[in-house]
């Protein structure tokens, strides 16, 4: 029956090469143009100016990219071949984490459902540090468990350096090595402050401070910038539609196998911790303002896929005694071929539930973002529209002005041609006559127009992409 698990490692190995050849987004091309090309390795980290700099994924992407000019490959794609590498390491450790702690059938299911989400295809392939993040705090999980189990020390210094690994890529994963501490919380209250807890659960805050105390000043001025969603309940709305939207299937299935966890055993402080694990979203809520992007939350996915293997692993022992391997291995076919399914249908309802629940509230994190439909989205295409006019030329922030500029420099547009502001210090008061402006398809150029005092004609639409020609209004 083990040759069922080749289904979903089939579809985790084919599917990210479909996303190869994506264009970069807002935040990839910041990192591809500001942070990786920094003279000094070192100044990747010093330079902490604002938290889209993944500070080790950056520093691993700086080396993957020297590695691969080296050879001769050069492009976007060729970037991406590094979360390809991550993601090839996060599947086979997960799932051999998976296989050990819950069993051959409950991993394999639980890679399916993730591989054929919606949030892996987004996150999968970015030039960011999320799926590193998802590696890290698999692995922080698994070292915690073993020092749980052997109270041998190397458990606990690997435990720290994933820790500080994890931590250097978002200072955001703190919150889920906190939801670690919570699996592991003990049985009885007094047991909570004895080194078999304590000394692992404080470890976390210690590489925090060993990563940003030297930066310290640079993390206050990104946390004073108040990034993320002033609308909290839609915040943690998607947060948590977004998870469920995503594992629905295994959801049902596991919630079967908690009741027979429960069932006569005493309501204890290890339960209270992991309810606490699914409610940590929603204690952020009275606390932070602006509430965090909800693809911060990303990162704590391990930890619920394995509180989600913690219910799939009695309800498969089940089947698997009962019914006997043959039969058990039909019915794992039938799961994975529900989960294929599901795939499906939430992908081609995924514009659909964005405009539902994302509503135009924020970006989109894991339903239907902007970039993430290929077919509308393609700044390269408008920089071959604005390249063959010599005008000046503005983006807005909304339209996504850095891989503009990076497609821009790729095919030789003088960088002089570009007009933008930059928040909190430059906000341009005039743009030239003739001046092409790119807006996105949801900016009303009414709006721009009023702002720099004339009117804007359309003058090419490309998708998500608008580009309009400005004329000063007559004195």
Not at 399 to 404: G, I, Q, S, V
């Amino acid at each position: 029956m083990k040759w069922v698990a080749l289904i979903p490692f089939l579809f985790a190995a084919i599917a990210p090469l479909a996303w190869l050849f994506r264009p970069l987004w807002f935040d990839e091309a910041l990192t591809v143009m500001e942070f990786m090309p920094l003279e000094n390795p070192a100044d990747i980290y010093w330079r902490y100016n604002i938290p889209n700099n993944h500070i080790l994924f950056t520093l691993l992407l700086r080396a993957w990219n020297e590695l691969t000019m080296m050879t001769g490959l050069t492009g976007d794609f060729i970037l991406r071949g590094l979360p390809l590498l991550i993601n090839a390491a996060a599947f086979l450790v997960s799932f051999r984490i998976w296989k050990r702690r819950g069993g051959f059938m409950a991993a394999t299911l639980i890679l399916m459902v993730f591989v054929v989400s919606r949030p892996f295809e987004i996150y999968s392939m970015a030039l960011r540090g999320y799926m590193l993040s998802f590696l890290l705090v698999t692995l922080g999980l698994e070292c915690f468990r073993r020092w749980n189990e052997t109270r041998k020390l190397r458990y606990c210094s690997w435990f720290f350096m994933i820790a500080l690994a994890a931590l250097a890529t978002m200072p955001s994963n703190l919150l889920a090595f906190a939801a670690i501490a919570l699996f592991f919380l003990p049985e009885k209250f007094r047991e909570i402050f004895r080194p078999k807890f304590l000394l692992p659960a404080l470890l976390p805050v210690v590489a925090f401070f060993c990563v940003y105390l030297p930066i310290w000043h640079k993390l206050m001025r990104n946390l004073a910038l108040k990034e993320g969603w002033h609308d909290a309940f839609r915040a943690v709305l998607i947060v948590y539609s977004g998870w469920v939207y995503a594992t629905l299937p295994l959801l049902l299935v596991a919630a079967i196998g908690m009741v027979w966890c429960l069932r006569g055993h005493r309501f204890n402080f290890n339960y209270a911790g992991r309810v606490m694990i699914f409610l940590l979203p929603l204690m952020l809520w009275p606390v932070m303002r602006p509430y965090p992007f909800p693809r911060v939350f990303f990162s704590i996915w391990p930890v619920w896929l394995m509180l989600v293997l913690v219910g799939l692993r009695p309800v498969m022992s089940v089947i698997r005694r009962r019914w006997g391997w043959y039969r058990a291995g039909l019915m794992l076919m039938g799961l994975i071929t529900m989960s294929c399914i599901w795939g499906v249908i939430t992908r081609n309802l995924a514009p659909e539930a964005s405009k539902v629940i994302v509503a135009n509230k924020g970006l989109d994190d894991y339903f239907w973002p902007y970039y993430i439909d290929i077919g509308n989205y393609s700044p390269e295409a408008t920089i071959r529209a604005v390249k063959k006019d010599s005008s000046p030329v503005y983006a807005s922030f909304s339209a996504d002005r850095y891989p503009l500029m990076y497609y821009g420099w790729l095919r030789g547009m003088e960088p002089s041609r570009w007009q933008f502001d930059i928040p909190g210090r430059i906000q341009l008061q005039t743009l030239p006559e003739g001046c092409l402006v790119i807006l996105s398809s949801s900016e009303p150029p009414e709006i721009t127009a009023a702002r720099f005092h004339g009117t804007l004609t359309l003058w090419k639409e490309n998708g998500y992409h608008y580009i309009y020609r400005f004329y000063a209004a007559k004195p």
